[in-house]
T-cell receptor
């Protein structure tokens, strides 16, 4: 079965601290992609970062990095030096390439940054 | 980056009305478009997947006669909620992707649909 699990429904973090959002996944596909999206209260979904299952290095995009541990099937998002504007819902997602199209979303983590 | 435009952003209408939502990829050709529904404080639920020029593939439990999807071109897909009722009130969000593999899906800003 294909599944994404985000075990943290909500998190509070002090501004300027680093934060790690957990994500574990389950798939029998040998090839897949992992994504993180941010959804502010306004509703739009913003693509943050991508990690391919065969990528040797962890993906980084500015203040975002993905801590990819394939053996543990985890793909945690790390946000360094958090900012007030980082407060949002964060969704981890996976697309097993055998399914051709479907991307599977986790239940999300609501991140709140305290000033 | 890739831009997906969704229109309208907010709709309020009476029960029984049909509502059309447009999703456009502005700077790339979207070979595949997706329609999602999101209830408050929940994750996205995939409703259907559409490839340009083909009939949409609906997820189990989604009424294809209720939610009509048209993907007439590589830059436009529409979702029509026919004879909408209050239970259809939700946040609808589209996404588009060019090609396959590692290409991410790019999302529209969503449409808040409220049926009175």
């Amino acid at each position: 079965a294909q599944k994404i699990t985000q075990t943290q429904p909500g998190m509070f973090v002090q501004e300027k601290e680093a934060v790690t959002l957990d994500c574990t996944y389950d798939t029998s596909d040998p090839s897949y992609g992992l994504f993180w999206y941010k959804q502010p209260s306004s509703g739009e979904m913003i693509f943050l970062i991508y990690q391919g299952s065969y990528d040797q290095q962890n993906a980084t995009e500015g203040r975002y990095s993905l801590n990819f541990q394939k053996a543990r099937k985890s793909a945690n998002l790390v946000i360094s030096a958090s900012q007030l504007g980082d407060s949002a819902m964060y969704f981890c997602a996976m697309r097993p390439y055998s399914s051709a199209s479907k991307i599977i979303f986790g239940s999300g983590t609501r991140l709140s940054i305290r000033p | 980056g890739a831009v997906v435009s969704q229109h309208p952003s907010w709709v309020i209408c009476k029960s029984g009305t049909s509502v059309k939502i447009e999703c456009r990829s502005l700077d790339f050709q979207a070979t595949t478009m997706f329609w999602y529904r999101q209830f408050p404080k929940q994750s996205l639920m995939l409703m259907a997947t559409s490839n340009e020029g083909s009939k949409a593939t609906y997820e189990q439990g989604v009424e294809k006669d209720k939610f009509l999807i048209n993907h007439a071109s590589l830059t436009l897909s529409t979702l029509t909620v026919t004879s909408a009722h209050p239970e259809d009130s939700s946040f609808y969000i589209c996404s588009a992707r060019f090609g396959a593999g590692s290409q991410p899906q790019h999302f529209g800003d969503g449409t808040r649909l409220s049926i009175l």
